[in-house]
């Protein structure tokens, strides 16, 4: 027989063996969408390592030319906007003691060859003492040159945050592109 639904089959040396898988270690989707004409993305309710990828965003205008990134303790009723983030995106982008991090997201518009991707990791959410987070980036140019980066930072001071928040600077929408939210088990 071959053992009970979701369960893993392994071998004993002299028979086969149905137990059921290890908890934890897996990524698990929470959450995914799209964007059109969108203000922001504002995830909630995090309290466990926590993964956001953006594939192929395009922002509304050259008006900005980052997506800032900040996080919230009441589950985003408000935004922490004091100078306690620190990060740095590569070369491109230093955000040391500034009021949210900063993804170099290159020179927007409504062209199709200026999306952008990254993959945005918050560990330890929703844990006095802190928050850390880490960054990929590539992106696509108006002069379809490539820029990449990698990055990470860090919230200071003592905060238990349970919402992040990407929202393109300068008053500009995300008019297009995809997003998929991972919580780590």
Not at 43 to 57: F, P, Y
Not at 74 to 96: E, P, Q, W
Not at 130 to 144: D, F, R
Request: glycine residues 14%; charged residues 5%; negative net charge.
């Amino acid at each position: 027989a071959p053992g009970t639904s979701g369960n893993l089959l392994t071998s004993t040396g002299s028979a086969w063996a149905s137990s059921a898988p290890a908890a934890g270690g897996a990524w698990a989707v929470t959450s995914s969408g799209t964007f059109s004409t969108t203000a922001n993305l504002t995830v909630t309710g995090l309290t466990k390592t926590t993964s956001v990828i953006l594939e192929n965003v395009v922002i509304s205008s050259d008006a900005g030319y980052t997506v800032n990134v900040k996080f919230s303790t009441d589950n985003g009723a408000t935004m922490i906007a004091t100078s306690t983030y620190d990060g740095v995106t590569g070369t491109l982008i230093n955000s040391v003691n500034q009021p949210a991090f900063y993804i170099a997201s290159g020179s927007q518009g409504a062209g199709t060859d200026e999306a952008f991707s990254c993959w945005f990791t918050v560990y330890g959410p929703n844990t006095a003492g802190g928050t850390y987070a880490s960054w990929l980036y590539s992106g696509v140019n108006t002069s379809n040159a490539v820029n990449g980066s990698a990055g990470g930072g860090n919230l200071r001071g003592n905060h238990a945050v349970n919402a992040v928040q990407f929202v393109a600077a300068g008053g500009v929408t995300l008019v297009s592109g995809s997003y998929t939210v991972l919580e780590l088990n």
